[in-house]
């Protein structure tokens, strides 16, 4: 929501989330919602139409939707702002080798972004695979990701990379050892590789370790890392896991959003609007959150009306800090 301030007219949506420039200003919320209701013209300041900003750990792109154009700024050394260089920007630059993109996604050091013509496009490090290309190498521009349908959006997580295609199916790629990409294994995969028993998925979102998706019945599933609750168990005993898991308690979820270690559900019925969070509480944000992961946490807040939310991406996802 820092972000918001960079430009003067209205934001229609979020992602990701970044602790660096969400919690210094939102303190210990845990999700950034943009609350809708009646404009008011005189106090409100005003963002661009149709825009959207996602936050990685330590960077943020933002999609310019009447032109198409991705912009990135903050931290660059793994290319991840995706200009042509791996050096830091303090004002927002041009993704290179980018056409009209309709999805764009910050992640821990990468980013992904979808062209109009459904071709996912990634750049920054790819140590683990998350760019998907078939290698490891890092890429300063944006680089097609072979082997997917005709993609609707991406999500760029820790160190791994989900797609959704047209089709309501899903794929991953990169960092796959506490089985985020829900694969079954708990292997790396340096291409895609699809998801099975997902339903048709509408939402998706990958956190720091895990993966969460909701599909067209309004069930939430996720997979990955889950020892703080962030797949959502409900009765005591956190697990993590390579395929996907239903979430129990949830029905009529409408939209997923994953921050590094926790998880929130936007649930939807005739007469209310809710976000169901899980997985662990940093800062107060779920609940205190103490050393042992003793249990998973799970709140729930009534929300009005909701114009954009995202789920922070507080540390840096790399391999070395676990
Ligand atoms: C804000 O602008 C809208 C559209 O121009 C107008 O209908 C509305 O009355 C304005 N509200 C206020 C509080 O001025
Ligand atoms: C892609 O997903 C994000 C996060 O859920 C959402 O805000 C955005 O509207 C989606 N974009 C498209 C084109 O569906
Ligand atoms: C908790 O839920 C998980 C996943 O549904 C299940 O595998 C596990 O057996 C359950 N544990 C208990 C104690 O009910
Ligand atoms: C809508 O959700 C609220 C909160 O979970 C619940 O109390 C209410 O019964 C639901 N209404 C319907 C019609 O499902």
Redesign the pocket.
Same mark, same amino acid.
């Given at each position: 929501m820092a972000a918001m301030g960079l430009s003067p007219r209205r934001l &229609? $949506? @979020?992602?990701?989330g970044s602790l660096s420039s969400l919690q210094g200003v939102l303190g210990s919320l845990v999700l950034c919602v943009l609350v809708g209701g009646q404009p008011d013209n005189s106090s409100t300041p005003s963002f661009p139409d149709a825009n959207?900003i &996602?936050f990685g750990a330590e960077h943020s792109c933002a999609l310019e939707h009447a032109t198409g154009a991705v912009r990135c700024w903050g931290s660059g050394d793994q290319g991840q702002l995706g200009d042509g260089r791996s050096t830091t920007s303090l004002v927002p630059v041009r993704v290179e080798n980018l056409k009209v993109a %309709? #999805?764009v &996604?910050a992640g821990g050091l990468h980013s992904c972004a %979808?062209e109009a013509s459904g071709v996912v496009k990634c750049w920054g490090r790819g140590e683990d695979g998350q760019l998907g290309h078939g290698g490891r190498s890092q890429r300063s521009e944006a680089r097609p990701v072979p082997y997917l349908g005709l993609a #609707?959006? %991406? $999500?760029a997580g820790g160190s791994h990379t989900c797609v959704?295609e047209r089709s309501g199916s899903v794929k991953c790629f990169g960092w796959g050892e506490f089985g985020q990409l829900g694969d079954g294994k708990t292997l790396d995969s340096l291409y895609p590789v699809p998801i099975l028993g997902l339903g048709e998925v509408v $939402? @998706?979102?990958t956190g720091g370790l895990h993966s969460c998706v909701a599909n067209r019945l309004g069930e939430v599933k996720c997979w990955g890392w889950g020892d703080l609750g962030q797949l959502g168990s409900n009765n005591g005993t956190e697990m993590s896991s390579p395929m996907p898991m239903p979430v129990d308690g949830i029905e009529g979820a409408v $939209? %997923? #959003?994953c921050g590094y270690q926790h998880t929130c559900a936007l649930i939807r019925n005739e007469t209310s609007l809710e976000a169901n969070c899980f997985g662990r509480a940093l800062d107060n944000q779920l609940q205190r959150h103490d050393e042992v992961w003793e249990k998973s946490v799970r709140r729930v807040m009534r929300l009005d009306e909701v114009l #954009?939310? &995202?789920a922070p991406m507080p540390t840096s996802p790399m391999r070395s800090v676990w």
């Open positions: &229609s $949506s @979020l992602t990701g959207t &996602s %309709v #999805a &996604s %979808v #609707a959006n %991406v $999500s959704l $939402s @998706l979102c $939209s %997923v #959003a #954009a939310w &995202s």
